[in-house]
């Protein structure tokens, strides 16, 4: 078969690393791609959001099948755009992918369904907002309700900070038409989980669970990104946790979405907290999360593409899928100044010699320039280090970034910490 996959990050790097493992994949391209991604795929310099040429591009070269990786895209319908054109793609249509596109769609689906998530109001007035905030509690979360790159949301722990996220959300605009409407729910406190699955209508088939970094400093300090590291499995997190979380959460889901005539097909993501009260919904995403399926792909024994064919065909409850015991540890390299601002184009050395080491590294935020390798974003490489439980994995994986170097680089140095004590 002759793939196309949709995005240029860390998390279609994976998927295409993944794909191409298959004995039925005879050629993959991927759009626009990055450095990394090359080494495996040819590359088109397309926009995710150019969808009459990536239609264009599917029928000229001939796509058997399109995997999209990233939320924008499909939150504006490429996959009823496809389906329009016959094209054969995988992936939740806009209707579903709203679960992700709307902050408030979902956390109003949740309440209908009493799906557990955290209390929470919705605003669309500033001042109403502004109001209704000075009356909560500290910690409290600010949630632009559209996507905004992972940045969107600010855990508050004073009213000054709270104030001043929903000021830029509602007033500067930071997130553009995002932050016009806004949800502010109570800080849940404790353990998170992601928990991805391929969903088909009803049909769910969980993956095995990660746990992800999203604070840009050690020690949960500092500003959201879109996630600095990543692990599975979750040694440390009862399994009647992750099996709660998966019947009493993913599944009413989607049966939730079937009910309202947007039944999902495609991955669904569950950001999950674990609290004294029960495990609750944080947030759903309605594609493969990243970083997280930097350490979940390479733990997949079954063939990627027999699952995505079954889900397309209407058989993903008759395919058994099987993982490995292995343990993944993901750190990533970030630019100088991420979350905020960065430069680019910075040359990037020690690939080959953390390859060396046995590491999986996916570019993130590469491109190619005067022969060298060089960064083009904020993540610019995930580096996984795998191994027999998370602490051999882990040493891996800084034993690889130690390997690596571009200028202003930064790694957090405790991910997956928490999973040895």
Same mark, same amino acid.
């Given at each position: 078969?002759?793939?196309?996959?949709?995005?240029?990050?860390?998390?279609?790097?994976?998927?295409?690393?993944?794909?191409?493992?298959?004995?039925?994949?005879?050629?993959?391209?991927?759009?626009?791609?990055?450095?990394?991604?090359?080494?495996?795929?040819?590359?088109?310099?397309?926009?995710?959001?150019? !969808?009459?040429?990536?239609?264009?591009?599917?029928?000229?070269?001939?796509?058997?099948?399109?995997?999209?990786?990233?939320?924008?895209?499909?939150?504006?319908?490429?996959?009823?755009?496809?389906?329009?054109?016959?094209?054969?793609?995988?992936?939740?249509?806009?209707?579903?992918?709203?679960?992700?596109?709307?902050?408030?769609?979902?956390?109003?689906?949740?309440?209908?369904?009493?799906?557990?998530?955290?209390?929470?109001?919705?605003?669309?007035?500033?001042?109403?907002?502004?109001?209704?905030?000075?009356?909560?509690?500290?910690?409290?979360?600010?949630?632009?309700?559209?996507?905004?790159?992972?940045?969107?949301?600010?855990?508050? !722990?004073?009213?000054?900070?709270?104030?001043?996220?929903?000021?830029?959300?509602?007033?500067?605009?930071?997130?553009?038409?995002?932050?016009?409407?806004?949800?502010?729910?109570?800080?849940?406190?404790?353990?998170?989980?992601?928990?991805?699955?391929?969903?088909?209508?009803?049909?769910?088939?969980?993956?095995?669970?990660?746990?992800?970094?999203?604070?840009?400093?050690?020690?949960?300090?500092?500003?959201?990104?879109?996630?600095?590291?990543?692990?599975?499995?979750?040694?440390?997190?009862?399994?009647?946790?992750?099996?709660?979380?998966?019947?009493?959460?993913?599944?009413?889901?989607?049966?939730?979405?079937?009910?309202?005539?947007?039944? !999902?097909?495609?991955?669904?993501?569950?950001?999950?907290?674990?609290?004294?009260?029960?495990?609750?919904?944080?947030?759903?995403?309605?594609?493969?999360?990243?970083?997280?399926?930097?350490?979940?792909?390479?733990?997949?024994?079954?063939?990627?593409?027999?699952?995505?064919?079954?889900?397309?065909?209407?058989?993903?409850?008759?395919?058994?899928?099987?993982?490995?015991?292995?343990?993944?540890?993901?750190?990533?390299?970030?630019?100088?100044?991420?979350?905020?601002?960065?430069?680019?184009?910075?040359?990037?050395?020690?690939?080959?010699?953390?390859?060396?080491?046995?590491?999986?590294?996916?570019?993130?935020?590469?491109?190619?320039?005067?022969?060298?390798?060089?960064?083009?974003?904020?993540?610019?490489?995930?580096?996984?280090?795998?191994?027999?439980?998370?602490?051999?994995?882990?040493?891996?994986?800084?034993?690889?970034?130690?390997?690596?170097?571009?200028?202003?680089?930064?790694?957090?140095?405790?991910?997956?910490?928490?999973?040895?004590?």
């Amino acid at each position: 078969m002759r793939i196309l996959v949709i995005g240029s990050g860390g998390r279609e790097h994976a998927i295409v690393w993944a794909l191409n493992k298959s004995d039925k994949v005879s050629k993959i391209f991927c759009a626009p791609g990055n450095a990394g991604i090359a080494e495996l795929a040819e590359c088109a310099p397309i926009p995710v959001n150019r !969808f009459d040429d990536l239609i264009q591009f599917s029928c000229d070269n001939e796509i058997d099948l399109v995997v999209v990786g990233p939320d924008d895209p499909l939150a504006d319908g490429i996959v009823d755009a496809f389906e329009e054109r016959n094209v054969p793609i995988y992936g939740p249509r806009k209707n579903a992918a709203e679960i992700e596109g709307s902050k408030i769609f979902m956390k109003n689906l949740l309440k209908k369904y009493n799906v557990p998530t955290a209390k929470y109001e919705t605003f669309t007035d500033y001042e109403t907002a502004l109001t209704y905030l000075r009356q909560q509690e500290i910690p409290v979360v600010v949630k632009a309700d559209g996507l905004a790159a992972g940045k969107g949301v600010t855990v508050a !722990f004073s009213m000054e900070e709270a104030e001043e996220a929903l000021q830029g959300m509602m007033v500067g605009k930071v997130f553009g038409e995002s932050g016009g409407r806004v949800v502010i729910e109570e800080f849940l406190e404790g353990q998170e989980m992601s928990i991805l699955a391929f969903v088909d209508g009803e049909t769910v088939r969980a993956m095995v669970p990660a746990q992800d970094h999203k604070q840009v400093f050690d020690n949960d300090k500092g500003p959201n990104t879109g996630g600095m590291g990543t692990y599975s499995p979750l040694p440390h997190i009862d399994p009647a946790l992750v099996e709660d979380a998966i019947e009493n959460i993913i599944k009413p889901t989607a049966r939730a979405m079937v009910s309202e005539g947007r039944p !999902f097909r495609g991955v669904l993501f569950a950001g999950l907290m674990m609290t004294k009260s029960g495990v609750k919904t944080i947030e759903f995403n309605a594609r493969m999360g990243d970083p997280e399926t930097q350490v979940v792909l390479p733990r997949l024994k079954t063939d990627l593409l027999d699952i995505i064919l079954a889900s397309m065909n209407g058989r993903l409850d008759q395919l058994q899928i099987e993982w490995s015991d292995e343990a993944a540890v993901c750190v990533i390299a970030a630019s100088e100044g991420y979350p905020a601002p960065y430069p680019k184009g910075r040359v990037i050395t020690g690939l080959e010699a953390a390859r060396a080491q046995g590491a999986l590294v996916f570019h993130a935020g590469t491109a190619l320039a005067d022969g060298n390798i060089v960064t083009n974003g904020g993540r610019v490489l995930g580096i996984v280090g795998r191994g027999r439980d998370i602490a051999e994995a882990r040493a891996k994986a800084y034993e690889a970034v130690s390997a690596i170097h571009f200028e202003g680089m930064h790694s957090r140095t405790d991910i997956a910490a928490k999973a040895l004590r």
